[in-house]
């Protein structure tokens, strides 16, 4: 019997924080559906992303098991290029696997301090227009220089799909490959699905980020011209309150019969139980590498409106929901008209279809192996 490899993998913030969004769920998963045939240490922070105080339930700066892995998480005193030196010196492992691109402590030191052991590299859609939108000037600079002194020259990169793969490509010069495996969704036990009858009125859920790439404005002022009663509430935590000022002016502007609400944070563990509540998923985000929320949506039955610039496709023609132009609140007032007069045995075949294609996507056998076959 062959012994397990051992992955050691470094990223900013994980669980049991969730503040980050996508990239502590993308890996946690990631986690959770290979650690049977892995054994993982992952090195992070003692905080959540944005938190000045330490989990309260982790002991930080040694290793410690967290479930079928072990984790070390370093204080802010202990935070330094030294102590992650010494972890990578002192820890065992086969593979080192590095979660981001432009973190000095979790990305760019683990590379430099890696002494040729085989890496890979997990942008996370780091790569994209979309993420170069936001300190484009700063990014492209540090791409320059790494570029021109071949730091990836021997590093794999992992991308979720063959976009992804291509932003990669554009981006990094010389690297030692690109290896295409989709993230997971969330391991899901015993998952049922909602309650497949319309509220009255009609209640729409967003599960993201308020931020400008997450499109929280748009997706208000796309409610602008509805003509009948509905609720949407959002839940995420602010990023920019600036952005969040501008948010709160549209919903301000909305009609009457239009409800939006701030629901605030909400805990990974209970995301699931809470879009049960809610008839449609709506996310008009300007692009999505995965989009974990969506396929969590789906997953328990609630179809999703959302934005055509995502990895999920051709959703009115399976059944699940639409995807919009978010620059066409034309398009998008068309999909509220589809909703507002929608049947019963309609919506029920949306809710049954979501939970089945969800399912599908999660016991693919050929997603599973070709995430094994980054570390073989």
């Known amino acids: 019997m062959h012994k397990q490899k051992t992955i050691l993998a470094f990223i900013d913030w994980y669980r049991p924080g969730y503040k980050a969004g996508g990239t502590i769920t993308a890996f946690g998963n990631f986690v959770d559906y290979l650690e049977k045939d892995f054994n993982f240490k992952i090195v992070t922070r003692n905080t959540d992303y944005g938190d000045d105080q330490p989990f309260s339930s982790i002991v930080s700066n040694k290793w410690i098991k967290t479930g079928n892995t072990n984790s070390y998480y370093i204080s802010q005193s202990q935070l330094s290029s030294k102590t992650i030196k010494n972890i990578i010196k002192t820890t065992e492992y086969d593979i080192l696997y590095v979660n981001g691109m432009f973190s000095f402590y979790f990305s760019i030191l683990p590379i430099a301090f890696s002494k040729g052991k085989k890496t890979i590299v997990n942008p996370h859609g780091m790569l994209s227009s979309q993420a170069f939108s936001v300190k484009p000037l700063k990014k492209t600079i540090f791409l320059k220089i790494f570029n021109t002194f071949k730091v990836y020259k021997n590093i794999i990169f992992h991308a979720a799909n063959t976009e992804e793969a291509s932003m990669i490509n554009d981006k990094i010069k010389i690297c030692n490959a690109i290896k295409v495996a989709n993230q997971f969704p969330r391991k899901i036990k015993n998952t ?48 920019d309150q600036e952005y969040w000022e501008k948010c709160k002016n549209a919903v301000n502007k909305l009609p009457k019969h239009v409800t939006v609400n701030h629901k605030g944070f909400i805990d990974s563990e209970l995301v699931l139980e809470v879009i049960k509540g809610y008839d449609f998923f709506i996310l008009l985000s300007e692009g999505e590498n995965f989009g974990h929320s969506i396929l969590e949506a789906l997953s328990v039955g ?50 049954k279809q979501s939970f089945i294609f969800a399912k599908n996507f999660s016991e693919d056998k050929e997603l599973l192996n070709h995430n094994k076959n980054l570390f073989l």
């Open 302 to 351: 609630c179809p999703v409106i959302i934005s055509n610039n995502t990895p999920w496709k051709d959703l009115k023609l399976k059944s699940i929901g639409w995807n919009v132009d978010i620059n066409s609140n034309k398009e998008i007032e068309n999909v509220f008209d589809e909703i507002f007069n929608m049947n019963e045995d309609s919506y029920k075949e949306m809710v």
């Open 192 to 239: 049922v699905a909602k309650k497949n009858i319309l509220n009255d009125p009609i209640r729409l859920v967003n599960v993201a980020r308020i931020a400008q790439e997450k499109g929280t404005l748009k997706m208000i002022e796309a409610l602008q011209n509805i003509q009948a009663e509905i609720i949407l509430d959002i839940y995420g935590p602010v990023y």
